[in-house]
């Protein structure tokens, strides 16, 4: 059972675009993290948010955590081809190591 | 940040025999590694948390005896995929966390591209 669900699935958008991908979940979480991973590599560390309601940024991404601990966004802002990958968001219920992954949002930013 | 390793990144193996990949942590000491697994164009699924000196401790539906891991040294864990069929390939990555603290982050290692044939 995916516990986290993440939408859209895919995202195909140009240079320059905004976007928004969406995780959700019924459950609630002690901590949530977003990834993003490259084709035969492991998932590398984007950010972590704790509290309900915060909001991290990091350059042209901002993360946010629902203010119940059951959802987040992660918004970039002017995608460049570089931000294409696999973006995946997981929630830990305890500590930050065990995670349950969510179900991936694939994006390709095309020049 | 802290850095761990996999060995081999891509190992091909006939049906029917077995396959070690071992997750290293090379900077730091680990007492719990976690084992995932992914599919083609799919998320990562848990199976298992192995620990040091220990039995690992598998997830539902993953079956213990085909997917053993052992979790000798702060540093070194493995998995052995025995008797692999063509539905084993997959994916597999491991993490690990230093000692210090429950709130640490997990690192990943690169993953093992594992195919059956």
């Known amino acids: 059972t995916q516990l986290l669900e993440q939408s859209p699935q895919f995202l195909s958008i140009q240079e320059g675009e905004n976007l928004t991908v969406y995780c959700n979940s019924s459950s609630v979480f002690s901590s949530l993290q977003w990834y993003r991973q490259e084709p035969g590599e492991g998932p590398v560390l984007l950010v972590t948010v704790v509290t309900g309601g915060e909001v991290k940024k990091l350059k042209r991404l901002t993360f946010q955590f629902g203010d119940a601990r059951k959802d987040s966004s992660l918004h970039i802002t002017a995608a460049q081809p570089g931000d294409t990958g696999l973006y995946l968001c997981?929630?830990?219920?305890?500590?930050?190591?065990?995670?349950?992954f969510g179900t991936g949002t694939r994006l390709l930013v095309s020049p | 940040g802290a850095v761990v390793s996999q060995h081999p990144s891509r190992v091909i193996c006939k049906s029917g025999t077995s396959v070690k990949i071992e997750c290293r942590s090379l900077?730091?000491?680990?007492?719990?590694m976690f084992w995932y697994r992914q599919f083609p164009k799919q998320s990562l699924m848990l199976m298992a948390t192995s620990n040091e000196g220990s039995k690992a401790t598998y997830e539902q539906g993953v079956e213990k005896d085909k997917f053993l891991i052992n979790h000798a040294s702060l540093t070194l864990s493995t998995l052995t995929v025995t008797s692999a069929h063509p539905e084993d390939s997959s994916f597999y990555i491991c993490?690990?966390?230093?000692?210090?603290?429950?709130?640490?982050?997990?690192?990943f290692g690169q993953g093992t591209r594992l195919t059956v044939v």
């Open positions: 993490s690990a966390s230093p000692l210090t603290g429950s709130n640490t982050e997990a690192f």
């Open positions: 900077d730091f000491q680990a007492t719990t």
């Open positions: 997981a929630g830990s219920r305890g500590g930050f190591q065990k995670l349950v």
